[in-house]
């Protein structure tokens, strides 16, 4: 019913930025809450950021102050903007979607980011 479709993910230097976009699909994108998460070979599924329909942001440790996550309602995407890149960040990126009214989330199918010299 909703797709999630990542893209901008690639390699870049440890220092170097790379913007991350999630498309989405469906008529009720602006009262989803979106987040980010990744997930790297052997560990788990870590969330990076949220935003809600209000536009309120919230960041794991290890990233905020690098990391910005927004979203374009008129667009129906979310974005998240990585700088000052790390190699620990690199990783699946998956643009997740909630759904608050049925309680399910919608996820894509990830874009790859590595971060390495």
């Known amino acids: 019913q909703v797709q999630l479709v990542e893209s901008g993910g690639g390699l870049v230097q440890p220092g170097g930025s790379l913007r991350l976009s999630c498309a989405a699909s469906g008529r009720f994108f602006s009262s989803y809450a979106m987040a980010w998460y990744r997930q790297a070979p052997g560990k788990q599924r870590e969330l990076v950021a949220t935003i809600t329909s209000g536009g309120s942001t919230s960041y794991t440790d290890s990233v905020k102050g690098r990391f910005t996550i927004s979203r374009d309602n008129a667009k129906n995407t979310v974005y998240l903007q990585m700088n000052s890149l790390k190699p620990e960040d690199t990783a699946v990126y998956y643009c997740?979607?909630?759904?608050?009214?049925?309680?399910?989330?919608?996820w894509g199918q990830g874009t790859q980011v590595t971060v390495s010299s």
């Open positions: 997740n979607a909630e759904d608050t009214v049925i309680k399910y989330d919608y």
